[in-house]
């Protein structure tokens, strides 16, 4: 069974590092740290969000934290509080070609609101005005009986958003969606997202499995792609006669909508069950899928595959596609020798084969993500031919040396210290994010309490922070990339551009000036 395990696997060999990064902006507490959500716009706006707990209005706040950066992410002002006193459960935050949008679990719905003036004021969603500017419960309540919800927008069509998230009751992936950027309060339904019967199968219908939705993407052509993971009935059962709390979250699936979300195709990226009964794992926890501007697909997830049942390692895995989802590659395991990975974000580039991963990364050779000596930093893994059978990474740490949590890292989600035995800490949340500024470079933003110590992490001490590629990001062009290794940054590339414009255009004010005083000269000799 090892061998044939080995044989599945692809291993991502080490470049020489050409990422570095400013020290990672530590945002300000309160609001506290945790999951945080990130989006940029044109004009160097970067807006971070984070969940505060639910219901927030507990605390005398509303739900979901709120920083803003006018310079790419240098710094960022004082954080503040938006959303809903029923809310604070999970966040989002994306931007639409002029128009920011936010999410807020209320759990019974999600409220989403609008901006206008990065970040600055906000408006629900919906018919109806808010008089209150996000900061308490309003119209804009969307997608009922909801649990991580994710905001996507259509790069054809500035007024569709979607909803995306996993349902409570039947454990499904739903999808709602606006066709007028918000005035209808997002309550179109989209179409069945699971429609394969045999995939049906798998998801169970408790609150210990059911599926794990990732943020989904839309390409060029407005196409929706939505990831969710599963564990399978059989797993989950053999699981609780062995006194786990769930089965592994071992099958992942891709769902396609051509035509705006109204019907979908499902494609199978990787099929865990058929490697053994529990012996592969993409619960670590939330799992990414990323699309570059060619088209191509990578799903980045972070758990195990091999041959022990409920497997107590952690590495980070990549898939990917040239065919929309149809087909999908064998999977590449990061190379992390003797360290755990948890907690992936990833974010294509503008060219086709352009990935950056960000994940929690142990420092002290332990390899359970669930060990109490743990220590963790955030790495990132970074290359420009991420579809090739044997694709070549750089890996770099964000700020090297530094420690960002001391202990395990439960993935458990809500489950985390409700299971006798099983891991507790869940100060950092469940996830970690990424995107591109409008150089291409990348930023990564995750939780941190680096004054913290096993089982004293807690929301007052944990941050959320953004750290910000200065060096080796993508080439924005074909002709600037430079194969395998990551593309100069764009920022330099810019200014001698400049250079050599204003060079040429003195160059050839000189010449006209010349030749206008030969043609003068001509003149008086006449």
């Not at 709120?66 to 029923?86: E, H, P």
């Not at 022990?308 to 395991?333: C, I, M, R």
Request: aromatic share 10%; with cysteine; glycine share 12%.
């Amino acid at each position: 069974m090892a061998a044939a395990v080995a044989a599945l696997l692809v291993f991502a060999p080490a470049a020489g590092a050409a990422q570095t990064f400013n020290t990672p902006v530590q945002l300000s507490n309160p609001p506290a740290g945790g999951e945080p959500s990130i989006a940029v716009d044109p004009f160097g706006h970067v807006l971070v969000t984070g969940p505060q707990g639910i219901p927030s209005g507990v605390n005398g706040t509303p739900g979901t934290g709120l920083w803003v950066s006018s310079n790419d992410g240098t710094s960022f002002a004082k954080g503040r509080f938006i959303g809903s006193y029923l809310g604070g459960g999970d966040d989002d935050v994306i931007y639409d070609k002029g128009t920011w949008y936010t999410a807020d679990l209320e759990a019974v719905a999600t409220e989403i609101c609008k901006s206008s003036d990065s970040g600055s004021t906000w408006t629900g969603v919906g018919p109806f005005p808010d008089s209150s500017g996000c900061t308490t419960i309003n119209a804009g309540q969307a997608g009922p009986s909801d649990d991580r919800p994710w905001l996507t927008a259509d790069p054809t069509n500035a007024q569709r958003v979607y909803l995306t998230y996993h349902e409570f009751v039947t454990a499904q992936p739903l999808a709602f969606y606006t066709a007028n950027g918000g005035g209808d309060g997002f309550s179109n339904p989209c179409g069945s997202i699971v429609t394969d019967p045999a995939i049906e199968a798998n998801v169970p219908t408790d609150i210990t499995g059911g599926t794990l939705v990732a943020r989904p993407v839309v390409d060029k052509q407005g196409t929706l792609y939505i990831l969710f993971t599963t564990t399978t009935q059989q797993e989950n059962a053999q699981a609780f006669s062995q006194g786990q709390p769930s089965g592994t979250f071992s099958q992942l699936y891709l769902a396609v909508s051509h035509d705006n979300c109204q019907s979908f195709t499902d494609y199978t990226v990787f099929d865990g069950s058929a490697v053994g009964s529990n012996t592969v794992q993409f619960g670590d926890i939330f799992n990414d899928l990323a699309i570059d501007g060619a088209g191509n697909l990578y799903v980045v997830g972070s758990g195990a595959i091999g041959t022990t049942p409920f497997p107590t390692t952690a590495n980070t895995y990549l898939f990917s596609s040239t065919d929309h989802g149809q087909h999908w590659s064998k999977p590449v395991e990061l190379s992390t020798p003797g360290a755990a990975t948890m907690l992936p974000a990833a974010v294509a580039g503008p060219q086709g084969g352009q990935l950056a991963i960000g994940y929690f990364r142990t420092t002290n050779g332990k390899i359970d993500p669930n060990d109490s000596t743990d220590k963790w930093t955030y790495s990132t893994a970074e290359t420009t031919n991420a579809t090739s059978a044997a694709p070549t990474f750089s890996y770099a740490d964000v700020r090297p040396g530094y420690v960002y949590h001391n202990g395990e890292i439960c993935n458990l989600g809500i489950l985390c210290g409700l299971v006798p035995g099983q891991p507790s800490d869940r100060s950092l949340l469940d996830f970690t994010s990424a995107t591109l500024d409008p150089s291409a470079c990348p930023l990564f933003t995750f939780a941190g309490n680096p004054s913290g110590s096993a089982g004293n992490n807690s929301g007052s001490n944990t941050y959320n922070f953004v750290a910000r590629q200065l060096t080796g990001c993508f080439a924005t062009t074909s002709s600037s990339s430079n194969g395998s290794t990551l593309g100069a940054s764009k920022h330099k590339h810019k200014k001698k551009t400049t250079k050599k414009k204003k060079h040429k255009k003195a160059k050839k004010k000189a010449k006209k000036k010349a030749h206008k005083k030969a043609k003068d000269r001509r003149k008086r000799r006449r």
